[in-house]
């Protein structure tokens, strides 16, 4: 372990402390509050969305609005909430799960920290153009994206503050990787890293030779709009699902770790299968980098039959993650708290994601269901049904480390449960409705076929699931200064994080205990009951 | 050369496989298979020089609470992005910004080596 030497003792304001905070846990602490308020942003215009699409017909929005507010919707998801929400938590929890004493380049950290929140304001800024917020989803196809079909600024503001935030995940990713590379405590071999730092290895990896795509293909719609250089569509959609495809694996993976941390703990049990696990969460990595064409199917552009091979075999990779679940929880004495029902949630539902993913990466089945809301569904399983739930795992797993209490159990459960119900009224009939052939990206749509039915049936569930964020929030604000104390190890954690104090120092550890497995605590206890 | 070399190595000659079939598949060097090819090659040269960085351990290092550098070069980072969609001119601004954020960091630097002597 490295020693940490503090500079001359100062004593900042307030205001200078949250700007130049080096310190990763703050920097991971602010940017959750930041992906809570765009979560929130986010939430707000998906269900001004849902409120349209309640009946046939436009009531509330405009088809203008309504495009430039799914545009919003999936932007702010995936570049703002998402993606740095699964960062954010391998930038607070790595460094604990090594034994270092902090991310290496912590003023790097910072800098991306800024990069993001910056790049958040400046796509958000677009709203006030006269042009308004781009019009064409948060993959802004060329040529939808150039300047004759998207005039004004407000596209280009999109532009750099997206690029800010690939800019921002890069960097990141790269402190987590170099971090687990040099900063590890004495003990700590590769083989004996936890799961969930594990699971940060592949994230970090994908983030670092996928989103360089990101930015080419940001780079084009550039050109595309201020150049006169042709610039070939199928160029823009190579690079973009180059990088598309594999940051959904950036916003899955470090749930899976968390999910798996949660249940190996409330099950009492070490993890099973720890070195399938390793080698399955490097090759489910490589492999997620070569199936973006899926994407492509009806563009006819791409060798159908190698991605839809390469897409299926994700399933293996995937299956020796559930197999490592269901082995790990077999004969153990699970604790049903309200973190392992978010990770079993997360395990049941991303499965119904990633089961209709198989339909998708059938040619055949693709060309009837491309661009319908079946592919709505699916994505929404895989990320909100799916990911969201193992974020949620990981928060009440990890609340005490970060705050020193416990959130409430009971409005956890409540929480969970409405979850549950919101989630799956909100996104199951997507399918029915994509099986009849509702497109989306849509803002009305015909009164036939019961499409008008199964579509209120999703804006009621999407009430739900505001209720029970709503319901989440008041638990965080309510635990955060009247929940019960947790001290440093609530749950009997199994990993060096719940060594220390619950919120941990400023350099993390006083000391280390002897690293002999993934499980340092839990080699320790299993020593002293012998 | 560290052990960490080899997950990542791993990592890469899956990635050469991947676009070796897709080669055999499609049968022409293409744009996909680029893609592919390059993120093999250049995973390879990460896992190289990480290798080569080696862990770090038991090391004296400075660490800073404070630093207000990264956000002044962020913001100048940001303008020099905007100056893309808002007009040109403010690309000497951002980089003027930018320069005075990397210049506080240097300084930081400078006091954080003295401060380890």
Not at chain 1, 50 to 70: C, F, I, K, M, W
Request: net charge neutral.
């Amino acid at each position: 372990m490295s020693t940490a030497v503090s500079p001359a003792e100062r004593s900042p304001g307030l205001v200078l402390s949250w700007i130049g905070a080096t310190d990763h846990k703050r920097i991971a602490a602010h940017m959750a509050w930041a992906c809570g308020l765009f979560l929130v942003i986010g939430g707000l215009v998906a269900l001004t969305m849902r409120t349209e699409l309640a009946q046939p017909g436009l009531q509330v929005l405009s088809r203008d609005h309504y495009n430039e507010l799914y545009s919003l919707h999936g932007s702010t998801m995936i570049y703002f909430v998402m993606t740095p929400a699964a960062l954010a938590l391998g930038v607070y929890l790595v460094p604990l799960q090594i034994g270092a004493a902090d991310l290496v380049a912590p003023r790097l950290n910072l800098f991306a920290m800024w990069m993001l929140l910056g790049g958040a304001a400046v796509a958000f800024s677009s709203l006030l153009t006269a042009s308004g917020y781009p019009r064409d989803g948060w993959t802004e196809f060329l040529p939808m994206s150039n300047d004759t079909f998207s005039p004004g600024t407000g596209t280009d503001l999109w532009l750099a503050g997206v690029a800010a935030s690939a800019i921002s995940a890069m960097i990141l990713a790269g402190t987590i990787l170099a971090t687990i590379v040099l900063r590890r405590a004495p003990g700590m071999s590769m083989l004996r890293i936890p799961v969930f730092t594990w699971t940060m290895v592949a994230t970090c990896l994908n983030v670092l030779f996928a989103v360089p795509a990101l930015l080419g293909a940001l780079g084009l719609i550039f050109v595309a709009r201020h150049t006169d250089i042709a610039v070939n569509p199928a160029a823009y959609l190579n690079l973009f699902w180059f990088y598309g495809h594999p940051v959904v694996y950036v916003m899955f993976f470090p749930f899976v770790g968390a999910a798996l941390e949660v249940l190996a703990t409330n099950a009492r049990r070490r993890m099973a299968g720890y070195g399938p696990f390793v080698l399955a969460i490097i090759g489910f990595a490589a492999t997620s980098m070569a199936v973006w064409g899926h994407h492509m199917f009806a563009t006819g552009q791409v060798t159908n039959q190698y991605f839809a091979v390469t897409s299926i075999a994700l399933m293996v990779f995937a299956g020796v993650e559930y197999l490592d679940a269901f082995l790990t929880m077999w004969g153990g004495a699970i604790v049903m708290r309200t973190s392992t029902l978010f990770a079993l949630g997360f395990f049941a539902q991303f499965l119904v994601g990633g089961l209709t993913g198989l339909f998708l990466a059938s040619p055949t089945l693709d060309y009837q269901a491309n661009d319908t809301y079946f592919v709505v569904g699916h994505f929404h399983y895989t990320l909100f049904a799916g990911s969201m739930f193992g974020l949620f795992a990981g928060l009440y797993h990890w609340f005490p480390k970060a705050t020193g209490r416990l959130l409430d159990e009971r409005l956890g459960k409540l929480h969970f449960w409405l979850l549950v119900v919101g989630t799956n009224l909100t996104f199951f009939p997507f399918f029915i409705l994509g099986n009849e052939g509702m497109v989306r990206r849509v803002a009305d749509y015909p009164d036939q076929r019961g499409l008008a039915d199964w579509n209120l049936v999703a804006t009621v569930g999407s009430y739900v699931v505001a209720v029970a964020l709503l319901v989440f929030l008041v638990n965080v604000v309510w635990s955060k200064t009247l929940g019960a104390t947790a001290g440093a190890d609530p749950w009997q954690g199994q990993t060096l994080e719940w060594w220390t104090a619950s919120p941990p120092p400023r350099h993390n550890f006083e000391s280390l205990p002897p690293i002999r497995s993934h499980a340092p605590l839990l080699d320790l206890r299993e020593a002293e009951s012998e | 050369m560290t052990r960490f070399g080899a997950p990542l190595f791993g990592w890469a000659v899956m990635l050469a496989l991947l676009a070796a079939g897709l080669l055999a598949w499609s049968g022409e060097i293409e744009g996909p298979w680029l893609l592919l090819a390059a993120s093999s090659v250049a995973s390879a040269a990460t896992g190289f020089a990480l290798g080569l960085a080696g862990p770090a351990q038991g090391d004296r290092r400075a660490i800073p609470d404070i630093s207000i550098a990264p956000a002044v070069t962020a913001a100048g980072v940001l303008v020099v992005l905007v100056a893309f969609a808002a007009g040109r001119w403010l690309v000497l601004l951002g980089l003027g910004v930018t320069a005075l954020g990397l210049g506080g960091t240097v300084r930081e630097l400078r006091a954080q080596r003295r401060e380890l002597r």
